[in-house]
T-cell receptor, first 113, second 115 residues
Framework: KQEVTQIPAALSVPEGENLVLNCSFT??????LQWFRQDPGKGLTSLLL?????REQTSGRLNASLDKSSGRSTLYIAASQPGDSATYLC????????????FGQGTILTVHP | KAGVTQTPRYLIKTRGQQVTLSCSPI?????VSWYQQTPGQGLQFLFE???????NKGNFPGRFSGRQFSNSRSEMNVSTLELGDSALYLC??????????????FGQGTRLTVV
């Protein structure tokens, strides 16, 4: 059974800092790894998708990496802004489990001016 | 291109009632998945439909059911509501059941409150 863990549970940083969010998973047979952000009371917004054959993906100030051998993914946010404040979730799409994403508990990020 | 649309956005129901939630996927997407989000349990998978067939189901009681129509729109139904069913219900759509284009896109959710 796949388990996904995110560390830290919460993070508070001043504006402008570069930061790293961590995601670990127990089963290396993942299909792809997807990062989301969620604003309070809202749905999930897809940030980045890394397929199992890839090592990293970049979108603007975001960079996500995937290391299947160690069971880890990281989301790097450069030059953080107050608008980045949200909950960040990683999710594994297991290769043999149709349509099912297994989520971590999320990291609550607060960027203060 | 319109995103995933969930209706209604908010619902208040009484214990013992039943409720139906609706999800319209992104045009062309044939896979629709449903999730329950609560503060204590986080996001938990309910079920997934592809071309009107349920292909996967999570560990929820039989009171939770769903279906998908030929236009890929999906509904989920919860019968005999319990207080613990209060949650944010999210649906996600994707373009393929497996392959390079399996990025999942979520709707804004339906906030269900059971009183």
């Amino acid at each position: 059974k796949q388990e996904v863990t995110q560390i830290p549970a919460a993070l508070s940083v001043p504006e402008g800092e570069n930061l790293v969010l961590n995601c670990s998973f127990t089963d290396s047979a993942i299909y792809n790894l997807q990062w989301f952000r969620q604003d309070p009371g809202k749905g999930l917004t897809s940030l980045l998708l890394i397929q199992s054959s890839q090592r990293e993906q970049t979108s603007g100030r975001l960079n996500a990496s995937l290391d299947k051998s160690s069971g880890r993914s990281t989301l790097y946010i450069a030059a953080s802004q107050p608008g980045d404040s949200a909950t960040y979730l990683c999710a594994d799409a297991g290769g043999t489990s149709y349509g099912k994403l297994t989520f971590g508990q999320g990291t609550i990020l607060t960027v203060h001016p | 291109k319109a995103g995933v649309t969930q209706t209604p956005r908010y619902l208040i129901k009484t214990r013992g009632q039943q409720v139906t939630l609706s999800c319209s996927p992104i045009s062309g997407h044939r896979s629709v998945s449903w999730y329950q989000q609560t503060p204590g349990q986080g996001l938990q998978f309910l079920f997934e439909y592809f071309s009107e067939t349920q292909r996967n189901k999570g560990n929820f009681p039989g009171r939770f059911s769903g279906r998908q129509f030929s236009n890929s729109r999906s509904e989920m139904n919860v019968s005999t509501l319990e207080l613990g069913d209060s949650a944010l219900y999210l649906c996600a759509s994707s373009s393929a059941y497996r392959g390079p284009n399996t990025e999942a896109f979520f709707g804004q959710g339906t906030r269900l409150t059971v009183v």
